[in-house]
């Protein structure tokens, strides 16, 4: 089933990005993620440095500012301190010229430093781009599980198997993939007493797709 494009960019609350942080977090890696914890970054002037000055009740984030907390939570899940996430996207800003470069760089992490690539060289973001040993890619983390367009920006997420999040479709929210089929809609027919196998015959969607979406509501449900 394909897809089609709404025209229109995803835009958070800091309250709903909290929730999608910690949920993808807590599939993964346990790591406490809170509306007070993301205004905190934003304040430090992490992901787009304009948003610091803005009250907390007018506070709205685009894909891209999601996607940087991301990149941000998940490096603080595998032991980063924030010190060093800091100082890598720092300099990458610097180097890149974006003003949110977690959103347009592949990074990864050997739950100490931050790294990037360069004309395939490994090198230290977190450590003003110092060319680091290539016997370090093989204890290396990708912290990105990303999709980038042709400009290098990142255009969708997939915070879990089956489930894409893409800032045009929807207004942003989680998705099947491959659809413009919110997981909450199919979690709500669910939860509503419909059977899975109905739901997927109704949708046109495998079970285990399904199944997924129920899962992912579920943890955003209690994140």
Known sequence: MEYTSSGFQGIYEVPEAARYLKASIRLTIPYVVTSAKLIYWLRRGLTLPDLAEIPGRQLLITFEDLISMRIIAALRAA???F???YRAERWLRQVTGHSR???TEL??????DVFTESRTRLIAASR??????????EYLIPVHG???DDRGIAQSWEPCDYILMHPQIQFGAS?????????????GMVKGGDSIELVARS?????????AAIQWEDTLSTA
Not at 203 to 211: A, C, H, V
Request: glycine share 6%; charged share 25%.
């Open 79 to 81: 032991g980063v301190s």
């Open 83 to 85: 010190r060093r996430i």
């Open 101 to 103: 470069p977690f959103a």
């Open 107 to 112: 990074l990864w992490t050997e739950r100490s």
């Open 128 to 137: 003003s781009g110092q060319y680091a040993m290539e016997i370090l890619r």
């Open 146 to 148: 990303l999709l980038f």
């Open 175 to 187: 998705c099947i993939k491959g659809t413009s089929i919110p997981t909450k809609a199919i979690w």
């Open 203 to 211: 949708y046109k969607l495998e079970e285990d797709e399904i199944n």
